[in-house]
């Protein structure tokens, strides 16, 4: 069985959480591994996004860095694995679209850029999977990242 098809299997389970917070840590984790590094400025910065984002800011969660960082365990491995196939996959595409929410994804966008240029460095392939992700859901990136507009803290 190849990686791209044991992933495959793997985001089969993931099919029930779209939008969910598991979904999210899982396309941030993605943005971390995309250079083929993973930093810990980039790991930093995405658990400062997931506190930002207003839809997991409501009182769901009693601990949210509890529960980020225990996906985040979970999730790991199986991304760094997935990083490994090409942005164009079919698994990197169900990844990106198992979040459709409309409020959603444009917090999702802005979360990975500021992941992808936490470095201070934008990687080809940060970039490729950013682009990948405006066409899966269907965005104008350039609109959605304005200059000097960022919600997320560095």
Known sequence: ???DER???????????RNSLEAVV????????????????????LYRTMSALHIFSS??????????????DVQSSEIEELA?????STTVDQTIDNIDDPDLIPQVIEAMYAIAYSDKEYHFHENQLLSRAAE?????????????RNMFPQ
């Open 1 to 3: 069985m190849t990686t």
């Open 7 to 17: 992933l495959f299997m793997t985001e089969n389970a993931f099919a029930d959480d």
């Open 26 to 45: 899982r396309i941030l984790l993605l943005t971390v591994h995309a250079d083929g590094r993973k930093r810990q400025v980039e790991m930093d910065q």
């Open 59 to 72: 009182g769901d969660m009693e601990q949210p860095e509890e529960a980020i960082a225990r996906i985040v």
């Open 84 to 88: 490994e196939v090409p942005v164009s």
């Open 136 to 148: 899966i859901w269907k965005i104008n990136i350039s609109k959605t990242l304005e200059p000097g």
